[in-house]
């Protein structure tokens, strides 16, 4: 039977030959220079996430040992480390390349080696597909560490590695760059948007004790008032305190403030169904002006109540609006002040809880209506922009993850 041809899914136009293979020791040098004279003082580490950064960045201090700097392994700019911890995002540990522009010193415990007769950029992103675990699984294990996996420089070097054409290694290596790049900035620009928000949440709202925000809209002047949060409420209560009967065909979702992402009423596949809304508090109390949070684990998660077909469990609460609005009461109760005041009045012991009667006698400093309305618009724009920029970066990233598994073999 012929042996089918190795080439990838998605290619770019011109390129028709199958793939071979090389082993990574034929590409490859294992760096063993050591840095003897203490001529490089910076230690590097191997992050999941970010790659090969200062250790001093990573961690915000330094953790190794000065006085073993020269049994460390000397890493130029461009060469490539294996780190052996595992994570959940990493199962056998990463493979990263230097790309800071400048020579630092790691650890002997990782791999670090230099590349030739190979693209760089093919190769790193190579690594950061998911196509070389098999390998790794085959011929290594967690070994006595649980949170290190275990394999030998030898038979690492004979990792069986893709190997195109290089103009195809290059066109390919480019593409991913580009993309990764485009990622880059809308990881950029949601930061810099949710850090905006975190700064327009600290001045747009009194601080503790004062009367006046920092910063307003033109034309209001008053200053705000401190009323109890029941004040301005019809009703404030928590959900079913029995134990809900559960069906596969039930209609209604239970749900529990980790249902409460980002403002909305979020069902998974984990989600439960009811067969009965035997809700323990008054169905009307569940209307257009009612908030939903989180009194238990993800204290403080938020969600606006929509008229879902829902029953709530004992580890969320409600508050029903009578007076204030709505979107402004959404964005107060996410302030740093707020915050502060739920977590250091939390009871329980193993399982922290937030009782009612604390949120009953949250003290909201609210300004006149029209003012509230103004500043709960401005943040539900502000949330629309950042959830616009968030499904952007989902997209690209699920998009990045198809292509990585199409452009190798």
Excluded at 177 to 193: A, M, S, Y
Aim: proline fraction near 3%; charged fraction near 25%.
């Amino acid at each position: 039977m012929e042996k089918k041809a190795k080439v990838p899914k998605l290619r770019f136009p011109g390129f028709t030959d199958a793939w071979e293979q090389r082993k990574l020791g034929e590409i490859s040098e294992k760096i063993t220079t050591k840095n003897s004279n203490l001529e490089y003082m910076e230690t590097f580490t191997n992050s999941a996430e970010h790659g090969i950064i200062s250790q001093r960045d990573f961690f915000d201090k330094d953790i190794s040992n000065k006085d073993s700097l020269d049994g460390y392994y000397i890493v130029q700019d461009d060469d490539f480390v294996y780190n052996p911890r595992i994570s959940t995002t990493a199962p056998v540990g990463p493979i990263k390349r230097n790309k800071l522009g400048r020579t630092g010193v790691m650890s002997p415990l990782y791999y670090v080696f230099k590349t030739h007769d190979i693209d760089n950029t093919f190769l790193e992103k190579y690594f950061s597909t998911t196509g070389w675990h098999g390998f790794m699984y085959l011929n290594g294990d967690s070994g006595a560490r649980s949170d290190r996996f275990a394999i030998k420089d030898a038979v690492l070097r004979e990792m069986p590695v893709p190997y195109p054409s290089l103009a195809e290694q290059q066109k390919i290596g480019e593409f991913l760059e580009q993309f990764d790049n485009l990622i880059t900035l809308h990881q950029r620009k949601l930061t810099h948007l949710q850090a905006k928000k975190k700064s327009l949440l600290q001045k747009m709202f009194p601080k503790k004790g004062e009367c006046f925000p920092e910063l307003r809209f033109p034309g209001f002047t008053d200053a705000w008032e401190q009323r109890k949060l029941e004040d301005g409420t019809s009703k404030i209560g928590d959900g079913l305190h029995g134990t809900p009967i559960y069906s596969e065909n039930g209609t209604v979702f239970f749900v529990n403030g980790n249902n409460f992402v980002n403002g909305k009423i979020v069902f998974n596949d984990e989600t439960k169904h009811v067969t009965e809304l035997e809700q323990s508090i008054d169905d009307k109390s569940l209307d257009a002006n009612t908030i939903l949070m989180s009194i238990n684990g993800t204290i403080g998660n938020l969600a606006y109540y929509n008229g879902e077909k829902i029953m709530l469990g004992k580890s969320a609460a409600y508050i029903s609006i009578r007076d204030f609005d709505k979107k402004f009461l959404y964005v107060f109760l996410q302030t740093d002040l707020i915050n502060q005041y739920f977590m250091s009045s939390l009871t329980g012991t193993t399982i922290k809880n937030l009782g009612l009667k604390t949120i009953r006698e949250t003290i909201i400093q609210t300004p006149s209506i029209r003012e509230q309305s103004q500043i709960g618009a401005f943040f539900s724009n502000l949330d629309n922009l950042i959830t616009l920029h968030q499904r952007k970066l989902t997209h690209l990233q699920t998009q990045k993850k198809a292509l990585l598994q199409q452009m190798f073999v």
